[in-house]
Protein backbone atom coordinates (compact mmCIF):
# COMPACT_ATOMS: atom_id res chain seq x y z
CA UNK A 1 0.00 0.00 0.00
CA UNK A 2 2.71 2.59 0.95
CA UNK A 3 4.35 1.54 -2.49
CA UNK A 4 1.45 2.12 -4.36
CA UNK A 5 1.04 5.75 -2.84
CA UNK A 6 4.33 6.96 -3.59
CA UNK A 7 4.08 5.75 -6.98
CA UNK A 8 0.68 7.60 -6.97
CA UNK A 9 1.93 10.86 -5.66
CA UNK A 10 5.50 10.70 -7.88
CA UNK A 11 2.58 10.01 -11.22
CA UNK A 12 0.07 13.04 -9.68
CA UNK A 13 3.73 15.48 -8.99
CA UNK A 14 4.44 15.12 -12.55
CA UNK A 15 1.15 15.97 -13.80
CA UNK A 16 0.78 18.75 -11.52
CA UNK A 17 3.09 22.06 -10.57
CA UNK A 18 5.77 21.74 -7.75
CA UNK A 19 3.97 22.99 -4.84
CA UNK A 20 1.45 19.96 -4.83
CA UNK A 21 4.41 17.43 -3.90
CA UNK A 22 3.15 15.80 -0.92
CA UNK A 23 5.00 13.28 1.06
CA UNK A 24 2.81 12.38 4.21
CA UNK A 25 4.07 11.19 7.27
CA UNK A 26 3.18 7.09 7.20
CA UNK A 27 2.38 7.48 10.93
CA UNK A 28 -0.42 9.46 10.28
CA UNK A 29 -3.74 8.12 8.71
CA UNK A 30 -5.88 9.12 5.71
CA UNK A 31 -7.42 6.92 3.61
CA UNK A 32 -5.43 6.84 0.12
CA UNK A 33 -8.43 7.54 -1.76
CA UNK A 34 -10.10 9.95 0.09
CA UNK A 35 -6.14 12.00 -0.23
CA UNK A 36 -5.91 10.96 -4.12
CA UNK A 37 -9.62 12.60 -4.47
CA UNK A 38 -8.90 15.55 -2.41
CA UNK A 39 -5.19 15.99 -4.53
CA UNK A 40 -7.41 15.83 -8.29
CA UNK A 41 -9.89 18.55 -6.45
CA UNK A 42 -7.12 20.97 -5.71
CA UNK A 43 -5.77 20.18 -9.18
CA UNK A 44 -9.10 20.55 -10.90
CA UNK A 45 -10.86 22.56 -9.49
CA UNK A 46 -9.04 24.96 -7.91
CA UNK A 47 -5.28 24.74 -8.20
CA UNK A 48 -4.76 28.76 -6.96
CA UNK A 49 -5.84 27.30 -3.69
CA UNK A 50 -2.78 25.65 -3.26
CA UNK A 51 -0.86 28.77 -2.68
CA UNK A 52 -2.58 28.78 0.96
CA UNK A 53 -0.16 25.66 1.38
CA UNK A 54 -2.33 23.21 3.37
CA UNK A 55 -4.96 20.95 1.84
CA UNK A 56 -7.89 19.75 3.86
CA UNK A 57 -9.92 16.56 3.80
CA UNK A 58 -12.31 15.31 5.93
CA UNK A 59 -13.12 11.32 6.17
CA UNK A 60 -16.70 10.91 7.77
CA UNK A 61 -16.66 7.59 7.58
CA UNK A 62 -15.08 7.39 10.47
CA UNK A 63 -16.91 7.58 13.70
CA UNK A 64 -17.79 10.96 15.21
CA UNK A 65 -15.15 10.18 18.45
CA UNK A 66 -12.51 9.90 16.14
CA UNK A 67 -10.31 12.33 14.61
CA UNK A 68 -11.28 12.52 11.14
CA UNK A 69 -10.49 15.60 9.83
CA UNK A 70 -7.00 16.24 8.22
CA UNK A 71 -5.41 19.47 7.92
CA UNK A 72 -2.13 18.55 5.13
CA UNK A 73 1.08 20.80 4.36
CA UNK A 74 1.38 20.55 0.99
CA UNK A 75 4.92 21.43 1.28
CA UNK A 76 6.12 18.86 4.19
CA UNK A 77 3.45 16.41 4.45
CA UNK A 78 2.56 16.90 8.20
CA UNK A 79 -0.62 16.30 8.85
CA UNK A 80 -2.71 17.47 11.80
CA UNK A 81 -5.63 15.66 12.82
CA UNK A 82 -9.47 17.12 14.49
CA UNK A 83 -12.39 15.30 15.74
CA UNK A 84 -15.32 17.00 13.89
CA UNK A 85 -19.27 17.00 13.97
CA UNK A 86 -21.59 15.72 11.38
CA UNK A 87 -25.37 16.89 10.34
CA UNK A 88 -28.28 15.86 12.29
CA UNK A 89 -29.85 15.24 8.90
CA UNK A 90 -26.73 12.79 8.00
CA UNK A 91 -27.37 10.64 11.23
CA UNK A 92 -30.66 10.07 12.08
CA UNK A 93 -30.44 7.11 14.36
CA UNK A 94 -27.53 8.97 16.07
CA UNK A 95 -25.00 6.26 16.16
CA UNK A 96 -22.38 8.42 15.69
CA UNK A 97 -21.55 7.48 12.06
CA UNK A 98 -23.17 9.54 9.01
CA UNK A 99 -25.07 7.26 6.55
CA UNK A 100 -26.11 10.04 3.82
CA UNK A 101 -24.73 13.14 2.86
CA UNK A 102 -27.02 16.07 0.85
CA UNK A 103 -27.03 19.32 0.01
CA UNK A 104 -30.70 19.80 -0.21
CA UNK A 105 -31.65 22.71 1.69
CA UNK A 106 -33.66 22.19 5.16
CA UNK A 107 -32.20 18.54 5.11
CA UNK A 108 -30.03 19.22 7.92
CA UNK A 109 -27.66 17.16 6.48
CA UNK A 110 -23.40 17.24 5.67
CA UNK A 111 -23.07 17.94 2.02
CA UNK A 112 -20.07 16.06 0.40
CA UNK A 113 -17.38 17.47 -2.26
CA UNK A 114 -15.02 20.42 -2.58
CA UNK A 115 -15.69 23.42 -0.65
CA UNK A 116 -13.03 26.91 -0.28
CA UNK A 117 -12.86 28.31 3.06
CA UNK A 118 -14.02 31.79 2.55
CA UNK A 119 -14.47 34.80 4.70
CA UNK A 120 -14.14 34.49 8.41
CA UNK A 121 -17.25 36.04 10.60
CA UNK A 122 -18.23 36.37 13.97
CA UNK A 123 -22.13 34.72 14.62
CA UNK A 124 -24.23 33.31 17.06
CA UNK A 125 -21.40 30.59 17.88
CA UNK A 126 -18.52 33.29 17.89
CA UNK A 127 -15.71 32.75 15.08
CA UNK A 128 -16.98 30.89 12.21
CA UNK A 129 -15.76 31.06 8.80
CA UNK A 130 -17.93 30.31 5.58
CA UNK A 131 -17.39 27.91 2.94
CA UNK A 132 -18.15 28.27 -0.76
CA UNK A 133 -19.35 24.84 -2.57
CA UNK A 134 -17.20 24.19 -5.78
CA UNK A 135 -19.09 20.96 -7.14
CA UNK A 136 -22.84 20.66 -8.38
CA UNK A 137 -23.71 18.56 -5.59
CA UNK A 138 -22.99 21.38 -2.86
CA UNK A 139 -23.59 24.51 -4.29
CA UNK A 140 -26.09 25.31 -2.25
CA UNK A 141 -23.65 25.78 1.28
CA UNK A 142 -23.67 29.38 1.21
CA UNK A 143 -27.30 29.66 0.77
CA UNK A 144 -27.52 26.82 3.83
CA UNK A 145 -24.96 28.76 6.10
CA UNK A 146 -22.92 25.66 6.15
CA UNK A 147 -20.08 26.66 8.00
CA UNK A 148 -17.24 25.75 10.42
CA UNK A 149 -17.53 27.12 13.83
CA UNK A 150 -17.39 25.31 17.84
CA UNK A 151 -20.30 24.28 19.49
CA UNK A 152 -20.38 22.41 22.92
CA UNK A 153 -21.92 19.31 21.24
CA UNK A 154 -18.03 18.88 19.88
CA UNK A 155 -16.18 19.35 23.39
CA UNK A 156 -14.32 17.00 25.10
CA UNK A 157 -16.73 17.08 27.86
CA UNK A 158 -19.97 16.19 25.74
CA UNK A 159 -17.83 13.39 23.97
CA UNK A 160 -16.74 11.84 27.59
CA UNK A 161 -20.05 11.85 28.41
CA UNK A 162 -22.58 9.98 25.52
CA UNK A 163 -19.26 8.67 23.67
CA UNK A 164 -19.86 11.13 20.67
CA UNK A 165 -19.85 14.12 19.92
CA UNK A 166 -23.52 15.69 18.57
CA UNK A 167 -24.59 16.84 15.51
CA UNK A 168 -24.71 20.18 13.53
CA UNK A 169 -27.12 21.32 11.20
CA UNK A 170 -24.41 20.38 8.45
CA UNK A 171 -22.07 22.44 9.20
CA UNK A 172 -17.76 21.53 10.12
CA UNK A 173 -17.97 22.01 13.98
CA UNK A 174 -14.70 21.60 16.52
CA UNK A 175 -14.39 22.10 19.97
CA UNK A 176 -13.35 26.06 20.58
CA UNK A 177 -9.95 24.78 21.59
CA UNK A 178 -9.44 22.50 18.37
CA UNK A 179 -11.07 25.31 16.26
CA UNK A 180 -8.38 28.33 17.58
CA UNK A 181 -5.86 25.27 16.31
CA UNK A 182 -6.98 24.95 12.86
CA UNK A 183 -7.91 28.65 12.15
CA UNK A 184 -4.20 29.46 12.76
CA UNK A 185 -2.94 26.83 10.13
CA UNK A 186 -5.42 27.32 7.42
CA UNK A 187 -6.34 30.43 5.57
CA UNK A 188 -9.00 31.52 3.52
CA UNK A 189 -8.38 30.29 0.26
CA UNK A 190 -8.10 26.81 1.45
CA UNK A 191 -9.46 23.69 -0.35
CA UNK A 192 -11.50 21.32 1.68
CA UNK A 193 -12.63 17.48 0.31
CA UNK A 194 -15.36 16.26 2.49
CA UNK A 195 -15.68 12.66 1.72
CA UNK A 196 -16.63 8.91 2.83
Known sequence: MKRAFALFLLFFCSLAPAAFAVVLDPHQIIRQELLNAGLTALRDKAPDASKTGRLVIVDYAK???????????????????????????????????????SSVPGSQASPRGTFRIAEEYRGKHGRSVRLDGLDEENRTARDRAIVIHAA????????????????SNGCIVFSKADLARFLDEVSEGTLIFVGK
Open 63 to 101: HSREERLYVVNLKTGEVSAYRTSHGLGSDPDHDGYLDRF
Open 152 to 167: SYAEPEHLARYGKLGR
